[in-house]
């Protein structure tokens, strides 16, 4: 992880969980350097899936956020367990995961997102809380967030972390890593490829995942 970063990573069990507390001045991936080290880091083998930690507090909007487009990439499920106000780097870090818990008295400061993280919200968020997310200045409650779909489920104060691992064991604690990795491979494939080239991926990734099943039967 970034040297010049207090965060952290650990694994729980088929979990990754990276913590970005709030004295934490830089996001881990601000460097090229430490990106790659990440993204390493995100595809262990073994990993069914991840939780981004954010403990937000004053985070510049001004940021770099190399961890966000790691995160978007990763080819596990990932969820950032929120708390505080989440704004600036923290929140499209927030939006790049697929999931989201937050504590019951977070918020969130929303700000236009970029090309790629407006198109990632367009493909994960329901049309209502899709549209939440791209507006600008708005100060959203977790409550409300919770209620339009852009946040999953809400936890009590200082169970965020917990609960993020939570909805992934009812998730994916049952699923094979490998047939993780291609459900998720086929989920950002209409992001990256052309409508054609999606379907020809998934239809590719169908046959290979039946007959992997098949075998292990």
Same mark, same amino acid.
């Given at each position: 992880?970034?040297?010049?970063?207090? $965060?952290?990573?650990?694994?729980?069990?088929?979990? *990754?969980?990276?913590?970005?507390?709030?004295?934490?001045?830089?996001?881990?991936?601000?460097?090229?350097?430490?990106?790659?080290?990440?993204?390493?880091?995100?595809?262990?083998? &073994?990993?069914?899936?991840?939780?981004?930690?954010?403990?937000? =507090? @004053?985070?510049?909007? &001004?940021?770099?956020? *190399?961890?966000? *487009?790691?995160? =978007?990439? $990763?080819?596990?499920? /990932?969820?950032?367990?929120?708390? *505080?106000?989440?704004? =600036?780097?923290?929140?499209? #870090?927030?939006? /790049?995961?697929?999931?989201? #818990?937050?504590?019951?008295?977070?918020?969130?400061?929303?700000?236009?997102? =970029?090309?790629?993280?407006?198109?990632?919200?367009?493909?994960?968020?329901?049309?209502?809380?899709?549209?939440?997310?791209?507006?600008?200045?708005?100060?959203?409650?977790?409550?409300?967030?919770?209620?339009?779909?852009?946040?999953? /489920?809400?936890?009590?104060?200082?169970?965020? #972390?917990?609960?993020?691992?939570?909805?992934?064991?009812?998730?994916?604690?049952?699923? @094979?890593?490998?047939?993780?990795?291609?459900?998720?491979?086929?989920? &950002?494939?209409?992001?990256?490829?052309?409508?054609?080239?999606?379907?020809?991926?998934?239809?590719?990734?169908?046959? /290979?995942?039946? #007959?992997?099943?098949?075998? &292990?039967?």
């Amino acid at each position: 992880m970034a040297e010049a970063s207090a $965060a952290s990573w650990r694994r729980t069990g088929p979990w *990754g969980v990276i913590e970005i507390p709030r004295a934490s001045p830089l996001p881990p991936g601000a460097s090229p350097a430490d990106a790659r080290r990440l993204q390493a880091v995100l595809n262990q083998p &073994d990993l069914l899936g991840v939780v981004v930690a954010l403990r937000c =507090g @004053k985070a510049a909007p &001004d940021a770099p956020a *190399g961890i966000s *487009g790691a995160v =978007g990439r $990763a080819g596990v499920p /990932s969820v950032a367990a929120v708390s *505080g106000v989440c704004r =600036g780097w923290m929140l499209d #870090t927030a939006f /790049s995961c697929l999931f989201r #818990t937050a504590g019951r008295s977070s918020s969130f400061l929303l700000h236009a997102p =970029g090309p790629e993280l407006a198109a990632r919200i367009a493909l994960t968020l329901p049309r209502r809380a899709a549209g939440l997310a791209r507006e600008s200045g708005r100060r959203l409650a977790a409550e409300e967030a919770f209620e339009a779909g852009a946040v999953d /489920s809400l936890a009590e104060e200082g169970a965020e #972390t917990s609960a993020a691992i939570e909805l992934l064991e009812r998730l994916v604690s049952h699923v @094979k890593p490998r047939v993780v990795r291609s459900v998720m491979e086929s989920l &950002d494939a209409p992001r990256r490829l052309s409508r054609g080239e999606a379907m020809r991926l998934s239809a590719r990734m169908f046959c /290979s995942l039946a #007959t992997g099943m098949a075998a &292990d039967d």
